[in-house]
């Protein structure tokens, strides 16, 4: 599922995957973004195709959601030649989401 958010005053395009165990941000994209690493971490993401690929740190920033509400938020930085945020369970979980699959939202 897809949906627009607000980061850094650019609307992007964020994938919302109930099967990722984390968020993540790819390293092209943050870079659009202009979004530091502000620290390390020591996670290892598997991708859909059964390969790994260890994150290059973490990212703090925050996302607007319906142009009115703002949200703090960290993500894991993978390398990869899309420019693309995938939200998962951790916030998912952290938000309380609910998923309508029938209405998409």
Same mark, same amino acid.
């Given at each position: 599922? @897809?949906?627009?958010? %607000?980061?850094? /005053? @650019?609307? #992007?395009?964020?994938? %919302?995957?109930? &099967?990722?165990?984390? +968020? ?12 530091? #690493?502000?620290?390390? +971490? ?12 260890? +994150?290059?740190?973490?990212? /703090? ?5 319906? @142009? ?9 930085? %993978?390398? +990869?030649?899309? @420019?693309?945020?995938?939200? &998962? ?8 989401? /609910? %998923?309508? !699959?029938?209405?998409? !939202?």
């Amino acid at each position: 599922m @897809k949906t627009q958010f %607000i980061i850094n /005053n @650019k609307e #992007i395009e964020v994938v %919302i995957d109930s &099967g990722a165990a984390i +968020s993540v941000i790819t390293e092209k994209l943050r870079k659009e973004l202009d979004i530091p #690493i502000k620290e390390k +971490s020591n996670i290892t993401c598997t991708l859909a195709d059964g390969g790994k690929i260890a +994150s290059l740190g973490k990212v /703090n920033t925050e996302i607007k959601v319906y @142009k009115e509400l703002v949200i703090p938020v960290t993500l894991d930085v %993978i390398d +990869s030649k899309q @420019k693309e945020m995938i939200i &998962g369970n951790d916030l998912l979980n952290k938000w309380n989401a /609910n %998923i309508n !699959y029938k209405e998409r !939202y």
